[in-house]
Nanobody, 123 residues
Framework: VQLQASGGGLVQAGDSLRLSCAGS????????MGWFRQAPGKEREIVAA????????YYADSVKGRFTISRDNAKNMVYLQMNSLKPEDTAVYYC?????????????????WGQGTLVTVSS
């Protein structure tokens, strides 16, 4: 699976942004997809994840109620809708894919990674 994230940018606090992740490969539709982020000086952390058939989702507590993850397997796309953005959401955002499902909140669980897209939220 090859992944390419896009949609980052500079926004103000309270604004919205939608990130997209384009995937390729026959196993995309059967993969669990995750969005992670990494702020300067901090470890990479889970933002959200979605199961292969767009059923169950997982969100970090810090983004619950503000962010929504979705996928379109017909288009090999995964999205992260981010609303009510805060300065603390500033980070490089990565999409990732895994065929495992034990610890979907851990970066080490994911085998495939996109290149990252920078989101900057000004106060």
């Amino acid at each position: 699976v090859q992944l390419q994230a896009s949609g980052g940018g500079l926004v103000q606090a309270g604004d919205s942004l939608r990130l997209s992740c384009a995937g390729s490969g026959r196993t995309f539709s059967s993969s669990i997809m995750g969005w992670f982020r990494q702020a300067p000086g901090k470890e990479r952390e889970i933002v959200a994840a979605i199961m292969s058939r767009a059923g169950n989702t997982y969100y970090a507590d810090s983004v619950k109620g503000r962010f929504t993850i979705s996928r379109d397997n017909a288009k090999n796309m995964v999205y992260l809708q981010m609303n009510s953005l805060k300065p603390e959401d500033t980070a490089v955002y990565y999409c990732a894919a895994t065929s495992l499902g034990t610890n979907i909140n851990l970066p080490n669980e994911y085998r495939y990674w996109g290149q990252g897209t920078l989101v900057t939220v000004s106060s």
